[in-house]
């Protein structure tokens, strides 16, 4: 995960034209371009997974979205692309790529093999300013996850830590659990 500076009103170029021309994932954090390089088979594993197991139980008129970025309020040069996003269904019929986070139910970040606990709390308080009212982090490099609720002065509330094979326990309108059984885990470094 690589972080530049660049001036601001010229932001969602750059990304725009390094995810052309490398096919690395770019977000801007913060008013920082934050490049991610494309996700290895374990963590596409991971949020195939979750991805699986959310569609198929969510209510009518919503659906579980990857590679959809959500904007920063009031700031379209800020925006944050989850590995998979709750929205309603109606998002697979918008001409945008970016989704408004008061439509968001639901993000979920798979930890990188490489992401620093830095970038990790950088994240989270981006989407806790931007007003997501529900985040979960899953971390296949030790089994864990935490479940963050109730965004309030870009902080969560609510935290909640679990291990694989614990459900997540999801407030409505999402389904009441969210399996964890099952998803890979990195191989240690050595």
């Known amino acids: 995960m690589t972080a530049i500076t660049v001036r601001p009103g010229k932001l969602r170029d750059v990304a725009e034209e390094i995810e052309r021309s490398t096919g690395l994932r770019v977000q801007i954090i913060g008013g920082t371009l934050v490049m991610s390089p494309t996700p290895r088979g374990k963590h596409a594993g991971t949020v195939k997974r979750l991805s699986r197991r959310l569609d198929g139980n969510l209510p009518a008129g919503l659906g579980a979205y990857e590679v959809s970025s959500i904007t920063m309020p009031d700031n379209a040069e800020d925006y ?111």
């Open 80 to 190: 944050a692309t989850p590995d998979l996003v709750v929205l309603p269904s109606d998002w697979e019929d918008d001409d945008d790529w970016l989704a408004d986070p008061h439509d968001v139910e639901l993000a979920v970040e798979v930890i990188s093999t490489s992401e620093r606990v830095s970038h990790i709390a950088t994240k989270t308080s981006w989407y806790a300013v931007a007003g997501v009212p529900v985040l979960l982090a899953v971390d296949p490099r030790k089994g864990v996850w935490t479940l963050r609720t109730h965004p309030r002065d870009g902080e969560y509330q609510g935290v909640l830590h679990g291990k694989y094979g614990e459900p997540v326990p999801l407030p409505a309108p999402l389904p009441a659990e969210l399996s964890t059984a099952d998803l890979p885990l990195y191989t240690p470094k050595r």
